[in-house]
């Protein structure tokens, strides 16, 4: 189908030739958002077309900004919109064309595979999308009739008569979780969209430090839930469930029921096992849930205060 690839990047020099090699034989616009380290001139070296991102207005978002200027520089019957740390597998590109095509679909959104770098990443992450999608039905969120929503614009294909129809990124130009509030507004119109898995076709690597772990965590988790509150409800409810887990440990050795807590403890480890890489990262499931505890109540704080979180040299 006719398509068009759009990559916003900023200050991924590292990145974008790997993003930009994923899609060989299509047209590739890197929209170089104000980048300080050369992304522009690799993605042009890797044979991208690169524009710069329009200026950013008050309140607006840059990757929202960037998505908006490539579409606007296109004129495809289909974008698909990638994060510059995101790479694909040959057959993710004819695949989800063909799906959105056969199935009426105005977008869908990949769930890629996600690897995983330091310890604190292998131990923080999987814990963190594993107590979000806890709230996640997926029934749900891929039914148009419903109003729950989820998108996930590290890979989004879209067709260009919806995407104009609902103003695209312009529309949630002011939003840090810019896929989800695309995707409710698809469903505010009653178009059929989907999210899907495509872990053997699609990759990424979110974070690559502890600071970039905690802040990615600060500026999205209470927008995120903010925007489903059912999803909201039950993760708080999971949360509070795992972190009465130390307490109850604490209280059955304080009975003297060793034998009880020494089974107890392995709880975490036992219920987290299917999201984690490792049983050894498993077994550190509770540093999750306490350190995963700290950034929500950082979060929480700065959401309530207005205090907004540094994220690539701009405060979102």
């Known amino acids: 189908a006719d398509h068009v690839v759009v990559i916003p990047a900023r200050d991924e020099a590292q990145h974008i030739a790997r993003a930009v090699n994923s899609f060989p034989g299509s047209d590739v616009v890197v929209v170089d958002d104000q980048s300080s380290d050369g992304t522009a001139e690799v993605a042009c070296a890797a044979g991208a077309h690169v524009r710069q991102a329009g200026p950013l207005q008050r309140d607006w978002k840059g990757k929202a900004n960037a998505c908006w200027t490539g579409a606007l520089y296109t004129e495809s019957a289909w974008i698909l919109f990638v994060d510059a740390d995101t790479w694909y597998e040959p057959a993710l590109l004819p695949s989800i064309l063909d799906y959105a095509t056969s199935e009426g679909l105005v977008a869908v959104s990949v769930l890629p595979q996600q690897h995983l770098g330091g310890i604190l990443s292998k131990v923080l992450l999987p814990y963190a ?25 590290q890979c989004l294909l879209v067709r260009r008569d919806a995407y104009e129809f609902i103003q695209g990124h312009r529309a949630v130009i002011t939003s840090a979780v ?21 872990q053997t076709m699609a990759h990424a690597r979110m974070y690559d430090s502890p600071r970039a772990i905690w802040h990615g965590f600060e500026k999205t988790c209470f927008k995120f839930l903010r925007l489903n509150r ?28 060793r034998t009880a807590a020494a089974l107890f403890f392995f709880v975490p480890a036992l219920a987290w096992l299917p999201w984690y890489e490792s049983v050894f990262t498993a077994f550190l499931a509770p540093v999750a849930i306490y350190l995963f505890q700290i950034i929500a109540f950082s979060a929480m704080a700065k959401e309530f205060f207005g205090i907004k979180t540094r994220w690539k040299g701009r405060h979102i």
Request: aromatic letters at 8%; a positive charge; hydrophobic letters at 50%.
């Open 129 to 153: 999308f594993g107590l979000y999608f806890t709230g996640v039905d997926p029934v749900r969120v891929n039914d148009d009739r419903r109003q729950e929503a989820l998108a996930n614009g």
């Open 230 to 257: 059912r999803t909201a409800i039950v993760v708080a409810a999971a949360a509070t469930v795992m972190i009465s887990w130390l307490p109850m440990l604490i209280y059955l050795l304080h009975k003297g029921e």
């Open 178 to 198: 810019e896929d989800l509030a695309l995707a409710k507004l698809f469903k505010r119109h009653r178009m059929k969209i989907r999210i899907v898995r495509a």
